[in-house]
């Protein structure tokens, strides 16, 4: 409407330009000049008014993944579409085209990761039934050769489940049967570098019901510097020396027999030198016992430089050693001694310091998946609690494999940080879905499984990959290929389905907190036209009245 503020600027003006030439007082000129735009200002309000802003009222129905979307609704892409349906390419766009949408309500199996932001500033109705079958996976991280990993997983509404994983060859590793809550975990060892595709798979009592892959990426262990002091010999450093060995770490024991005599590695004392060579110090309050202040101050130094510290314990604990301890940042409570079941092994039983860790972060399970320790950061390093008191039966009983899994557990929790970070994959990455890499270097590349090499476009450490192919993928930074496994497009389905439920049902949770959809609508003109008409009214009164002439 800028043709019409321009017509009536110039009538306004022509208007000033006849005020000037008439014989009047001054106050008449100015009143009379006053009216001009106002009256001018008012006729184009009356043309043209303000649209007012004001919240939608309208319910939107949008169709998904497993609905048909017919009579008015909007399907997006992954649903079907009936007759009198549209179809978007995604809820932004939906919303765009009916900016009164102040609901959703969502058919199907929920909202894809792509439209859930786009759902925060509307309410979101939505009901589905929950999938039944695997519904959740957790694949492990890089593991190094030798070490343990675990697999954790989810079964829904299925009685009497049992949960397998099996190796690469098929053959069962674990089983184990899931919790309350239908959640479980499953343990393996990776033997040697390399790739591999093991299975979880999910039986009732009728038989197979689901199973999917868990990718295992074993690399070639880092030879983990590894000093273990101990104040006494016992059956503890026997079997840790020979797991240390079999593990491949880069190990030396030191074991104080008192009077001065020392058995194991020739090793010089502690000193910020000789710590920094090391990535994990393993001493038991014995050992604590016989270090100097300065060795003792040495340790505290490294420990917040980066060096990891597990402390081992061989029998309750005095007062000394828990406010040294509590000085490297482990407070510990408790001095009970418990028997306690680490395998599933019903005739198996150890015992443990059974002590609780403040603010640490659990670790050590038991049979029942309960933690039995944990360990917590200081400064850049970490420090962590070793409480069985005879776990080296472990393996006199048959149950080597758990021992070096606890073991394991516990020194790759707190050793030291390599330099060579790998990146970071979202979980459970399919084809021809948008995938999401993080912690990358500059230059990184993207190589598919058909050799095809892709460059990375990085923003922040962080860039988006769509992959065309199922298969075993690798970020390539450097000199270093970090592997990763894409699931098939149709893979991994009641997970999937699982997810976009929970994810739509936290959205219709967060209804109340939406922002509410401000749309504009055209404004009332009677009001700005009734102010016209009084203008105009006064104007031609007092244009012809005698007042200041």
């Given at each position: 409407m800028s043709w019409l503020a321009g017509l009536l600027a110039a009538a306004v003006l022509l208007g000033w330009a006849r005020l000037a030439r008439a014989p009047v007082r001054g106050w008449r000129v100015a009143l009379l000049a006053l009216g001009q735009p106002l009256l001018a200002g008012s006729l184009y309000l009356t043309l043209a008014p303000p649209p007012v802003r004001g919240p939608g009222a309208a319910v939107l129905t949008v169709a998904t993944r497993g609905a048909r979307a017919i009579g008015g609704a909007v399907a997006l892409p992954e649903a079907l579409a009936g007759p009198g349906a549209a179809r978007a390419p995604d809820l932004a766009t939906a919303l765009r085209r009916h900016p009164e949408t102040a609901t959703i309500r969502v058919l199907g199996q929920g909202l894809e990761p792509r439209d859930r932001a786009a759902a925060a500033d509307v309410a979101v109705r939505f009901d589905a039934p929950a999938p039944t079958g695997l519904t959740a996976l957790a694949p492990p991280g890089p593991v190094a050769a030798g070490a343990a990993f675990r697999v954790g997983a989810e079964v829904r509404g299925i009685p009497g489940a049992t949960v397998e994983l099996l190796d690469a060859g098929r053959a069962v590793i674990d089983r184990a049967s899931p919790g309350a809550a239908g959640q479980v975990v499953l343990t393996g060892v990776?033997?040697?570098?390399?790739?591999?595709?093991?299975?979880?798979?999910?039986?009732?009592?009728?038989?197979?019901?689901?199973?999917?892959?868990?990718?295992?990426?074993?690399?070639?262990?880092?030879?983990?510097?590894?000093?273990?002091?101990?104040?006494?010999?016992?059956?503890?450093?026997?079997?840790?020396?020979?797991?240390?060995?079999?593990?491949?770490?880069?190990?030396?024991?030191r074991v104080t027999l008192g009077a001065g005599l020392v058995l194991g590695d020739p090793t010089p004392p502690l000193s910020a030198a000789s710590l920094a060579r090391i990535d994990v110090l393993i001493l038991d309050d014995r050992a604590w016992a016989t270090l100097s202040a300065a060795e003792r101050g040495a340790v505290a130094a490294a420990l917040r430089g980066g060096l990891g510290v597990v402390l081992r314990v061989t029998g309750p604990l005095d007062t000394g050693t828990r406010a040294g301890w509590r000085g490297l940042g482990l407070a510990i409570a408790g001095e009970a001694v418990a028997p306690d079941r680490l395998t599933s092994d019903r005739g198996l039983a150890t015992t443990r310091l059974a002590v609780a860790l403040p603010d640490s972060v659990p670790m050590l399970r038991d049979a029942a998946?309960?933690?039995?320790?944990?360990?917590?950061?200081?400064?850049?390093?970490?420090?962590?609690?070793?409480?069985?008191?005879?776990?080296?039966?472990?393996?006199?009983?048959?149950?080597?494999?758990?021992?070096?899994?606890?073991?394991?557990?516990?020194?790759?929790?707190?050793?030291?940080?390599?330099?060579?970070?790998?990146?970071?994959?979202?979980?459970?990455?399919?084809a021809a879905t948008?995938?999401?890499?993080?912690?990358?270097?500059?230059?990184?590349?993207?190589?598919?499984?058909?050799?095809?090499?892709?460059?990375?476009?990085?923003?922040?450490?962080?860039?988006?990959?769509?992959?065309?192919?199922?298969?075993?993928?690798?970020?390539?930074?450097?000199?270093?290929?970090?592997?990763?496994?894409?699931?098939?497009?149709?893979?991994?389905?009641?997970?999937?389905?699982?997810?976009?439920?929970?994810?739509?049902?936290?959205?219709?949770?967060?209804?109340?907190?939406a922002t509410t959809r401000a749309i504009?609508?055209?404004?009332?003109?009677?009001?700005?036209?009734?102010?016209?008409?009084?203008?105009?009214?006064?104007?031609?009164?007092?244009?012809?009245s005698r007042l200041g002439r």
């Open positions: 990776a033997r040697v570098p390399g790739l591999a595709l093991f299975g979880v798979r999910v039986r009732s009592p009728g038989g197979v019901v689901a199973s999917a892959a868990a990718p295992v990426v074993t690399r070639a262990a880092h030879p983990v510097r590894t000093l273990f002091l101990a104040g006494s010999a016992s059956p503890e450093v026997k079997q840790w020396r020979r797991w240390a060995a079999d593990a491949g770490l880069a190990a030396e024991t998946g309960e933690a039995r320790s944990g360990w917590r950061a200081v400064g850049l390093g970490r420090v962590a609690l070793w409480p069985f008191l005879d776990a080296a039966g472990l393996v006199t009983a048959g149950q080597g494999a758990q021992y070096g899994a606890l073991w394991s557990e516990a020194v790759s929790a707190v050793a030291r940080p390599q330099a060579n970070t790998p990146p970071r994959i979202e979980p459970l990455p399919s948008r995938v999401t890499l993080s912690a990358l270097a500059p230059g990184a590349a993207v190589v598919a499984p058909d050799g095809a090499v892709t460059r990375l476009l990085i923003d922040g450490g962080v860039a988006g990959y769509w992959p065309r192919l199922a298969g075993w993928h690798a970020v390539r930074q450097g000199a270093a290929d970090w592997p990763f496994y894409i699931y098939p497009a149709d893979a991994l389905s009641t997970i999937r389905a699982a997810d976009r439920r929970d994810a739509t049902l936290m959205l219709t949770a967060n209804a109340a907190h504009e609508r055209p404004g009332a003109s009677w009001p700005w036209f009734l102010a016209f008409l009084t203008i105009a009214a006064a104007l031609w009164w007092f244009e012809r």
